[in-house]
Every structure is written in structure tokens, then in C-alpha cells.
């Protein structure tokens, strides 16, 4: 079975800091995604992560593959109340058909 | 959005009784998967389909049996609910397209409570 361990578990920061959310496996991973789930609803895909070293970038998020394609990281600069949910990593198998998903990250954002 | 709907939303049962959730989707993706998400575990997969008839099970399956007739439908059904089934389930969807990473789309969500 592969794990994903996301850590910090929950993070509670006021407006305006930067934070840094880490999702860690000993298995290799064929692509990483992110998603933030909001209260009531379900998860919304953020981005996905394919090459090993590979960055991207969507606004004020930074998400970063690891080189051996088995951690990834969420960095949020200057974060604002509208960000404040929770984020959970998915690991896709190399059969790409299941997704395993990290406990997650509960952020909240203070105004 | 993609259209994914669950019904019920909410569902409060007793321990023993049958439960059926649904999963209707309008976007005609050949995959469709059953998670439950508790506090501490993020999502974890209970059954998938790849197709009309066509299932397997995943992580948590025990409990559980799926069905799929058509392909906009997906049926969660727990035979003889306990506590343990306590949970949030959500469906998910996804296209599945040859040469390209998946992407799942999911629904809004049930909350069951077993008493």
C-alpha cells in the first residue's frame, strides 16, 4: 500500500504570512496532485505534477515535485482568509488508475 | 462544474439497515469511484468502475458492494449499516483519456450517520 503523510496536520496563521505545507512518501509516484476541499463540498483539483524537480505556479501558490518523484510541497505566499480550507496531496499509482490521498492540511487564514 | 450529483446529502439510519447512495453524473466519463473521508485519513477509495458492470475493489471495500447499469449512475449500497460506516462519501468521476494524468472530479457529497 502506498502512504502519503502531509504535514503540518492543521496551521492557523494570520494575513499576509507565507506557509509551506509538505506531502511525503517512501513510494514513487507517477504524478502528485494537490486539491483544496472546502467546508460542505468536495475536493477541487489545484494541480497536478508530473516530472520529477518539476514547479509550478498558480498565483500566490507554489507546488514543487520532488526529484525522485515521492514528496511534494505547497508553498502560499502572503496568505489571505480566502485561502483558508483543506489541502489534500494525491499520489497516482503507475497503472494510473487509483489515487492515494494524504491526510491533509487544514489551514485557516486569519484576517 | 462538472455535473456530479449524490443523493441523499444527508442520511441518518440505524445499525443493520440497508443504505443506498447515489452517484449521477452528465458527463458521460467512463470512470466513476465510491471514497469515504474521515477525520485523520483523508479519502479513502471503496470501489471504483471502469465501465457499465465493470468494478473493482479498493482500499476499504469491506461492507460495501457497488453497482453500475448505466454509465451516468453508480450505486453505493451498505448490505447492513454499522457505526464504523459513520463517515462522508464522496463520488468521484474522470475521463480517463489515453496518454494523459487523471483527473477525478467529485460530487458534493453524503453525510451518513449510523446510529
Known amino acids: 500500500t502506498q502512504l502519503l503523510e502531509q504535514s503540518p496536520q492543521f496551521l492557523s496563521i494570520q494575513e499576509g504570512e507565507n506557509l509551506t505545507v509538505y506531502c511525503n512518501s517512501s513510494?514513487?509516484?507517477?504524478?502528485l496532485q494537490w486539491y483544496r476541499q472546502e467546508p460542505g463540498e468536495g475536493p477541487v483539483l489545484l494541480v497536478t505534477?508530473?516530472?520529477?524537480?518539476e514547479v509550478k505556479k498558480l498565483k500566490r501558490l507554489t507546488f514543487q515535485f520532488g526529484d525522485a518523484r515521492k514528496d511534494s510541497s505547497l508553498h502560499i505566499t502572503a496568505a489571505q482568509p480566502g485561502d483558508t480550507g483543506l489541502y489534500l496531496c494525491?499520489?497516482?499509482?503507475?497503472?494510473?488508475?487509483?489515487?492515494?490521498f494524504g491526510g491533509g492540511t487544514r489551514l485557516m487564514v486569519k484576517p | 462544474d462538472a455535473g456530479i450529483t449524490q443523493s441523499p446529502r444527508h442520511k441518518v439510519t440505524e445499525t443493520g439497515t440497508p443504505v443506498t447512495l447515489r452517484c449521477h453524473q452528465t458527463?458521460?466519463?467512463?470512470?466513476m469511484y465510491w471514497y469515504r473521508q474521515d477525520p485523520g485519513h483523508g479519502l479513502r477509495l471503496i470501489h471504483y468502475?471502469?465501465?457499465?458492470?465493470?468494478?473493482d475493489k479498493g482500499e476499504v471495500s469491506d461492507g460495501y458492494s457497488v453497482s453500475r447499469s448505466k454509465t451516468e449512475d453508480f450505486l453505493l449500497t451498505l448490505e447492513s449499516a454499522t457505526s464504523s460506516q459513520t463517515s462522508v462519501y464522496f463520488c468521484?468521476?474522470?475521463?480517463?483519456?489515453?496518454?494523459?494524468?487523471?483527473?477525478?472530479?467529485f460530487g458534493p457529497g453524503t453525510r451518513l450517520t449510523v446510529l
Open positions: 468521484a468521476i474522470s475521463p480517463r483519456l489515453a496518454g494523459r494524468t487523471d483527473t477525478q472530479y
Open positions: 513510494s514513487v509516484f507517477s504524478s
Open positions: 505534477v508530473v516530472t520529477g524537480g
Open positions: 494525491a499520489g497516482n499509482n503507475n497503472a494510473g488508475n487509483m489515487l492515494t
Open positions: 458527463e458521460n466519463h467512463r470512470y
Open positions: 468502475s471502469y465501465g457499465v458492470k465493470d468494478t
